[in-house]
């Protein structure tokens, strides 16, 4: 196949391994993601290898050249090696084998690289650059299926798919990451034999999932999660939110406003020097999830509309369950349950406005997710009542501005009470117990409630307080 790039869109350090190689006498070519990313235009995030030498070859190929190497991973074929600041990976031509029952194969080298690359996801993973020549090989159509903006396997996917089930949630993660389709007969597959992803651990599961969710388009993905009955295995929670609508019970669409939250949170992230760096999968994760407690709270009332009292707090625990089923940590948990729990606070300031006590505790409540949850409660208007939504985003603009003012005047993000523990233990001459947490809350809850009063103040309220609590 005629060459398809110039050396000038080639790493160095690639071009230059592969002279090494070459001159040892060995294959070497530069496989899957690097090679799509070259087609896309992008910039090659990690340096991938095959090659026909052996790992010890490999080895003594790159001894007086290499920063420095690891074998970790040497009884599946790879060496890991350091050049300067690349970090590479050379993997001996493999043909892999898989236990219908487990997900980790049974390795065998190869020596053709067709046959490597038979093994691989997807055809657009499939398409390797022999170095130094330069030399496209795309035995499987791999830059015309990404011409064409579609997922395929290079075999039969129901053969892939049985192989390792983590391809199916790759397939939605790729079509989320490049914004594309899978196809037909990929989709047909995926539907088919949904339950096998079972037998994956649920880490493998996890990483996927957050990678879909961070990639550009994660509506698509999530889409194809639901319409290929993947997301009833790994994430049941969202289909389930495909509450039937019906002309007496007029609701909106769960589902789809879940969906719509995803998006428009996603678009609400500011860049690296912004308050919210994104792909931030917190705020992400927390708009697909924030509506989840809908189902199990559904009521009809007796004048036919439909309310779903306290889904904001059963949605935050069913939050915490999934995510950890899914082996999330517990920082994260955290963060997602607790931005679900709180993206109902605000409704309600519009109307009856907030006193600044309420606001304080509003700034309290969300803590360091505060930016989050701004985004979150933005996201979460998708009504098409223009006017409607008008009034709520003045509403929110209001609640941003009176939060900036207090935090000027009293400094709220790093708000204490007027005295500390060792001050309320001197007041009142009491030792270290529950009791100095007691008075410490009252103090707290008097702060939020009317500002800063000075240590007098606080002092004489505190001995009023001691004298019915102590």
């Not at 290499?66 to 790879?78: H, N, P, R």
């Not at 709270?297 to 089923?325: I, Q, W, Y």
Request: charged share 30%; hydrophobic share 40%.
């Amino acid at each position: 196949m005629a060459n398809l790039f110039d050396s000038s869109a080639i790493d160095p350090t690639a071009l230059a391994l592969g002279e090494l190689f070459d001159a040892a006498g060995f294959e070497l070519s530069l496989v899957g993601g690097p090679v799509r990313d070259l087609f896309l235009g992008a910039p090659a995030k990690d340096l991938d290898f095959t090659t026909n030498a052996t790992p010890d070859e490999t080895l003594q190929v790159v001894a007086d050249w290499a920063d420095a190497t690891w074998e970790i991973g040497k009884e599946y074929g790879t060496i890991g090696i350091r050049k300067g600041n690349d970090l590479l990976e050379v993997t001996t031509y493999r043909a892999e084998a898989y236990d219908p029952d487990s997900r980790k194969p049974t390795v065998a080298f190869g020596t053709k690289l067709e046959d490597d690359l038979f093994r691989r996801d997807f055809t657009i993973n499939s398409m390797a650059l022999r170095l130094p020549s330069l030399e496209l090989v795309d035995p499987f159509g791999g830059a015309r299926d990404l011409k064409a903006g579609v997922i395929a396997t290079p075999g039969k996917p129901e053969d892939s798919f049985s192989d390792d089930p983590l391809r199916m949630m790759r397939a939605a993660r790729f079509a989320a990451r490049l914004d594309i389709d899978v196809a037909p007969e990929v989709f047909t597959a995926m539907k088919n034999m949904a339950s096998r992803i079972e037998i994956i651990s649920a880490e493998r599961v996890r990483d996927e999932l957050e990678k879909l969710i961070c990639a550009p388009a994660p509506v698509r993905g999530i889409e194809l999660l639901v319409d290929s009955g993947l997301a009833d295995y790994v994430l049941p929670e969202i289909p389930a939110l495909k509450l039937e609508v019906d002309e007496h019970h007029h609701h909106k669409d769960v589902f789809q406003h879940s969906l719509k939250v995803l998006e428009q949170a996603a678009a609400q992230e500011t860049d690296e020097d912004g308050a919210v760096p994104g792909p931030d999968f917190v705020l992400r994760f927390a708009a697909l999830m924030h509506d989840i407690g809908k189902p199990a709270t559904r009521k009809f009332e007796p004048n036919g509309s439909v309310s779903f009292l306290h889904h904001d707090v059963v949605g935050a625990k069913l939050t915490k369950k999934r995510m950890r089923a899914l082996r999330f940590d517990n920082d994260t948990i955290k963060a997602v349950a607790r931005l679900v729990e709180l993206h109902m606070r605000f409704y309600g300031y519009g109307d009856a406005g907030w006193t600044d006590s309420a606001v304080r505790r509003y700034v309290r409540d969300a803590g360091d997710l505060l930016e989050r949850l701004h985004r979150l409660t933005r996201a979460d208007v998708t009504t098409r009542n223009k006017r409607k939504a008008n009034r709520i985003a003045h509403a929110y603009d209001d609640l941003e501005r009176r939060i900036v003012e207090l935090a000027e005047q009293e400094e709220l993000d790093a708000m204490r009470p007027d005295l500390d523990g060792q001050q309320i233990m001197a007041i009142l001459g009491i030792s270290p117990g529950p009791m100095v947490g007691k008075a410490y809350k009252f103090l707290l809850d008097m702060r939020l409630d009317e500002g800063a009063l000075g240590e007098e103040e606080a002092t004489r309220r505190l001995k009023e307080w001691a004298k019915e609590n102590l």
